[in-house]
């Protein structure tokens, strides 16, 4: 509605796009890329938030779904790896805000630490830049709030700790 293509993953052009791509950029989870039409691609991984808690390979415990499978031995893991192979996924590359979530991150996903970049993240932009396009997939009265704080010139400090899984 907003002029933007857009195409539905699963349509013939979906499909098509998907396996002409030479990238995947995800905001949470690798899982939202279809493992057998992006082989090949470079998959980013810009997370959704800084980790103060344990994320991804660092839980060891817990009745996570995915813990379980990570943590499978033998022949179970095997034949998970077969019928799953998307669960033991890992980004090609992946974003951190500072040097100190570059290492936590790295850990997190298996990933060499020099494939995290230090970068901020893209989605934080929105607050200190005019970003165009950034009014898509938005909330449009929040959005338009912000606007206006950053027009005011007000200020003000917001703190919002809002945790969305428990090991």
């Known amino acids: 509605s907003l002029g933007y293509p857009a195409y539905y993953w699963f349509s013939l052009s979906g499909i098509w796009l998907c396996l002409r791509a030479?990238?995947?950029i995800v905001d949470a989870s690798l899982n939202t890329i279809n493992y057998w039409l992006s082989a090949g691609a470079t998959e980013v991984l810009?997370?959704?938030?800084?980790?103060?808690?344990?994320?991804?390979?660092?839980?060891?415990?817990?009745?996570?779904t995915d813990a379980k499978m990570r943590q499978a031995k033998g022949l179970v893991r095997l034949v998970i790896q077969f019928l799953l192979?998307?669960?033991?996924?890992?980004?090609?590359?992946?974003?951190?805000?500072?040097?100190?979530?570059?290492?936590?991150?790295?850990?997190?996903?298996?990933?060499?630490?020099e494939k995290v970049l230090v970068t901020g993240f893209p989605k934080n932009d929105?607050?200190?830049?005019?970003?165009?396009?950034a009014e898509v997939g938005t909330d449009k009265s929040a959005f338009s709030?912000?606007?206006?704080?950053?027009?005011?010139?007000?200020?003000?400090?917001?703190v919002l700790?809002?945790?969305t899984w428990r090991d």
Do not use: C, M
Request: aromatic content about 16%.
């Open 85 to 113: 192979p998307w669960t033991f996924r890992r980004p090609d590359y992946a974003v951190a805000t500072s040097p100190v979530f570059q290492n936590i991150l790295a850990g997190a996903f298996g990933i060499a630490k």
């Open 161 to 163: 700790y809002a945790p």
């Open 126 to 133: 929105v607050y200190f830049q005019d970003i165009p396009g």
């Open 46 to 64: 810009l997370w959704h938030g800084i980790p103060l808690k344990k994320i991804e390979l660092d839980v060891l415990k817990g009745e996570s």
């Open 22 to 24: 030479g990238f995947f």
């Open 145 to 158: 709030k912000l606007q206006e704080l950053k027009q005011s010139k007000a200020s003000f400090k917001t």
